[in-house]
């Protein structure tokens, strides 16, 4: 038993690490955090109930390390630099440049967000997680979910359209013509 | 509908609204065009998030933080210990001896992602005690048409996918076109569904390496192949006229494809009537 779930959390790393990534913004605190996420759930495995998700617990114990973590050092924001995001693109051809600016006015624009709406930006739409899921995992009802998450969204696009011109470009082009 | 708010409109671009909805805010949105104006920030911002971190799901998985799950001390729970059908098992005791089952493990179940698997599948083969092993697909047995990656994982293809389905254990199959014979070593249901998986060897007569695997069948009738490894070269085969018998008590140990078996398996290896049953059933209960 013990050690299927093991199996489990195996397999579930590369999507930790993703939600890790969007919380932190940050490769190496990322994996730190996975590590910490891990530890503590196999350390409590008593707490899991057999038959629920495990997935869904092993989130809400990530998130749960990061608000600790982000409440004792008071958040402060941002800290991508652009090495980081160059390390996300690798060297994807002639578009990078239009990506990687793209992608940095995302990066950045999530680091923004106060903790709350991160949390479901990543989980949502970084994830895959649905609204319900959400509300489950953090414990809150799926109206605060859906309020939260909009409000984290405008705020994105916004910041989207406002970033630099070459990044904004590609985003508000694709959201115009969609308007048509 | 009434009034449609911004928590509508995003439900929408997360698919999250029933269909009914969908179809009632789609005919809205066709001929509003402040209300697909206010629609577009959901749209853009799932897009672009989402495209920002996929590829982060493609890379390979650090190696200590494997490392991690698979060292953690296991509280004081439960440890059964399953009975297994001794014939070629070989059992390894070391965390990464584990771990190698852990790693085969994802390899097949709860659907795990193509990008999954292949990532694990890097960090087996840097594992320095496992040199050697070729876990996952290797090329040469993509080469000969046993096993192909398709959108839903690695399965198996071709004379492998044939002789799964419909040879009993300890029978070969006739040499296919590449001169590689298969021979299903045993049948078990797994313990944490209703499907049966299969363990087998694979002998090349033309020099090509030969392989141990196990493959467990979906309800789609689609042999998904949890491991695959390469094995050293068998040394016992009875030749007869068209057909060849393998002695699985002394063909080759692949205590990769055990360990494999060992967290699948659900009591006991089927018996020869068993398993004659249900291959003869399309691998269905007879009854029910």
Redesign the interface.
């Known amino acids: 038993?013990?050690?299927?779930i093991?199996?489990?959390?195996?397999?579930l790393?590369?999507?930790l690490?993703?939600f890790a990534?969007?919380l932190t913004g940050d490769r190496d605190k990322a994996?730190d955090l996975?590590?910490d996420t891990?530890?503590r759930a196999?350390?409590?495995?008593?707490q899991w109930k057999p038959g629920t998700s495990l997935d869904s617990w092993m989130y809400r114990i990530a998130q749960n390390i990061w608000v600790d973590h982000h409440r004792s050092r008071k958040s402060q924001g941002g800290e991508n630099t652009l090495d980081e995001v160059e390390n996300?693109?690798?060297q994807d051809g002639r578009n990078v440049t239009e990506s990687r600016l793209?992608?940095a006015a995302?990066?950045e624009g999530?680091a923004r967000l106060p903790a709350e709406q991160k949390v479901l930006?990543a989980m949502?739409?970084?994830e895959?997680i649905?609204?319900k899921e959400a509300a489950g995992i953090l414990g809150i009802p799926i109206?605060t979910v859906?309020?939260r998450?909009?409000r984290a969204?405008?705020t994105?696009?916004?910041s989207?359209i406002e970033a630099p011109q070459q990044a904004a470009e590609p985003?508000a082009a694709?959201?115009a013509s969609?308007?048509r | 509908m009434g009034q449609v708010t911004d928590e509508i409109l995003m439900a929408y671009a997360d698919g999250e609204l029933s269909p009914e909805e969908t179809q009632t805010l789609e005919a809205l949105l066709h001929r509003d065009a402040t209300l697909r104006m206010r629609l577009a920030p959901f749209v853009v911002t799932r897009r672009e998030i989402a495209n920002t971190y996929e590829p982060t799901l493609d890379e390979p998985v650090p190696e200590h933080l494997v490392a991690a799950i698979l060292r953690a001390p296991i509280p004081a729970r439960d440890r059964p210990t399953r009975e297994r059908k001794p014939a070629a098992s070989s059992e390894s005791e070391s965390w990464l001896g584990r771990g190698l089952a852990a790693i085969g493990a994802t390899l097949f179940p709860h659907g795990a992602s193509l990008a999954t698997a292949a990532s694990v599948a890097v960090l087996i083969s840097t594992g320095a005690v496992l040199g050697g092993w070729l876990a996952g697909p290797s090329a040469p047995a993509q080469e000969a048409g046993l096993i192909a990656t398709t959108g839903s994982g690695i399965t198996a293809s071709g004379a492998l996918a044939r002789t799964l389905e419909s040879t009993p254990s300890g029978t070969a199959s006739a040499t296919d076109a590449n001169g590689a014979a298969i021979v299903p070593v045993m049948s078990f249901h797994r313990a944490d569904s209703d499907a049966i998986c299969r363990e087998y060897r694979v002998r090349n007569v033309t020099g090509e390496p030969d392989y141990a695997g196990l493959a467990c069948r979906a309800d789609d009738g689609v042999w998904r192949v949890a491991v695959h490894v390469e094995t050293p070269k068998a040394t016992v085969v009875h030749t007869e006229t068209g057909s060849q018998t393998y002695q699985t008590a002394t063909g080759p140990n692949a205590p990769a494809v055990d360990a494999v078996a060992d967290t699948l398996i659900s009591g006991d290896a089927l018996g020869r009537d068993e398993e004659k049953a249900l291959l003869e059933n399309g691998w269905r209960p007879a009854s029910s």
């Open positions: 038993m013990v050690e299927e093991r199996s489990r959390m195996i397999e790393l590369p999507r690490r993703r990534f969007a994996d996975v590590q891990c530890e196999l350390a409590h495995l008593d996300l693109m690798g793209t992608l995302v990066t999530i930006v949502v739409c970084v895959g649905s609204y109206g859906m309020s998450l909009s969204r405008q994105l696009y916004a989207l985003v694709r959201a969609r308007e």
